[in-house]
């Protein structure tokens, strides 16, 4: 990120070429700021209208401007000359005016966009101004990389006698008190700059978000402190990074990740969702949010489902579009859950599920499920109340749903399946089948047919 007052004697502008649009000549400026650059395109009434804003308010000489006339001439030679006198008159202007970089000036251009003093000095006029109304907002408010890397570095970097002007406390006073903040960053070139927003290192030491926080394709390995985060956030969302272990969210600011400390726990955090990464396995890393009651993890790579129980509070599991096959033994790795969504992966039997006593919503829908018998061990189940299977070989098959609801017993005028509650006719058939089955195993059935809730009473 470019830096003026720090580089000065570094800061050069030029005029390397020209682009013609509509039968205008557009001058392509081309601003270097140390290693830092940046393009910005004018025709020659911005540099008009500049001049006469700089004769003026700043005593800029009304004569070093290239004449208009000449440059209207649109031929090679005179499009050259004059590209060549305006670029003598930026390095002009430059030089006469470096000391106090007029607004119009800086906005000209563009140091506000890319230049850490004009951009924090943007920001602290927007902050100041509409703090009430961006607090007061139920829209999320978003930050970039660039700014949080701005105010990281202005408040580590010594201050230079023009930076002592700048007021940062409307910024970190609004910063104090957001509710909701997204970080929104890139890995592509910013604007028309070479700076890249996932190369900048930033903090979140001065932030104090208080109920969630939503990091959005930004470089997880760019943040170097989470400040006071653990203790305050109650729901943090992180999707579109490359972000492979849970580990590499939760200790992001931790440069040795196979410990875990105390220190590193998510004390206040109840929601976590890392979909659209490239998370492969969820670690033990997991164990910090000690609290978490609800977890998202689709659109990943997982294939196992594990270390789940060292989160006591978890309800809510959310893995879908991943790469599971078979959930061995569940009730050994999720505690209490309430509700799991598996939707979408590659799941061919529900015998995993069997001792999961506390599940009362399952999604197993577009798996890969072809035989039913596969799906009775779900009516072990006292809780359960709503499943969703279709899209499953199976939800294709004659009398699909009175087979799945047999093995739920009397508890099947109850159950939502695939969003349905069960008719009168499928409890009937239910009936019969359970009555056959008995009869089968050699038992005496009770032909009594339960009626559903929505059925009529006869007199």
Not at 98 to 122: A, G, I, N, S, W
Request: hydrophobic share 35%; aromatic share 8%; proline share 2%.
């Amino acid at each position: 990120m470019a830096s003026l007052w720090h580089y000065q004697t570094e800061t050069t502008l030029e005029i390397p070429s020209t682009e013609l649009f509509s039968n205008v000549t557009y001058y392509i400026i081309l601003v270097t700021v140390e290693e830092v650059k940046w393009k910005v395109k004018h025709r020659y009434k911005d540099f008009y209208n500049l001049h006469n804003r700089l004769v003026l308010d700043h005593g800029v000489s009304k004569d070093i401007l290239p004449s208009k006339k000449v440059i209207g001439n649109k031929s090679n030679k005179f499009v050259e000359s004059r590209r060549n006198a305006l670029e003598r008159y930026l390095q002009k202007i430059l030089t006469f005016l470096k000391r106090m970089m007029p607004k119009v000036f800086v906005e000209f251009l563009d140091f506000h966009l890319y230049d850490t003093y004009f951009l924090l000095q943007e920001l602290s006029l927007k902050c100041y101004a509409e703090a009430d109304f961006i607090l007061s907002s139920t829209k999320t408010y978003t930050l970039t990389p660039l700014e949080l890397h701005a105010i990281s570095k202005f408040l580590k970097v010594p201050f230079s006698e023009m930076e002592k002007r700048l007021d940062l406390g409307p910024i970190l006073d609004m910063c104090s008190q957001l509710e909701n903040l997204t970080i929104a960053g890139s890995s592509n070139n910013y604007l028309q700059s070479s700076i890249v927003l996932n190369k900048l290192p930033f903090e979140i030491t001065h932030l104090k978000i208080h109920n969630s926080l939503y990091l959005k394709n930004v470089s997880l390995k760019m943040i170097h402190s989470l400040g006071n985060l653990r203790n305050t956030l109650s729901s943090l969302r992180v999707s579109y990074t490359t972000a492979e272990n849970v580990s590499d969210v939760l200790q992001c600011d931790v440069l040795h990740k196979t410990t875990i400390e105390g220190s590193e726990k998510w004390l206040a955090l109840e929601t976590l969702d890392l979909s659209h990464n490239n998370i492969v396995d969820i670690d033990k890393t997991i164990s910090l949010a000690v609290n978490l009651k609800h977890l998202v993890l689709n659109d990943n790579k997982i294939s196992t489902i594990s270390n789940l129980t060292h989160l006591p509070k978890l309800e809510h599991l959310s893995i879908v579009n991943n790469l599971i096959t078979i959930c061995e033994e569940l009730h050994t790795k999720v505690g209490n859950i309430k509700t799991i969504n598996l939707s979408q992966n590659n799941i061919v039997t529900t015998k995993g599920f069997y001792k999961v006593y506390s599940l009362e919503n399952l999604d197993l829908s577009c798996n890969k499920i072809t035989d039913v018998e596969e799906l009775k061990y779900l009516g072990k189940l006292p809780c359960l109340e709503y499943m969703r299977l279709t899209g499953n070989s199976v939800s294709t098959a004659v009398d699909y749903r009175v087979k799945v609801l047999e093995s739920f017993g009397e508890k099947a005028k109850d159950i939502y399946l695939d969003n349905e509650k069960a008719s009168q006719a499928e409890l009937d058939k239910v009936s019969v089948l359970r009555a056959l089955r008995i009869v089968k195993e050699g038992k005496t059935p009770d032909l009594s047919i339960e009626k559903s809730d929505n059925s009529s009473s006869s007199g």
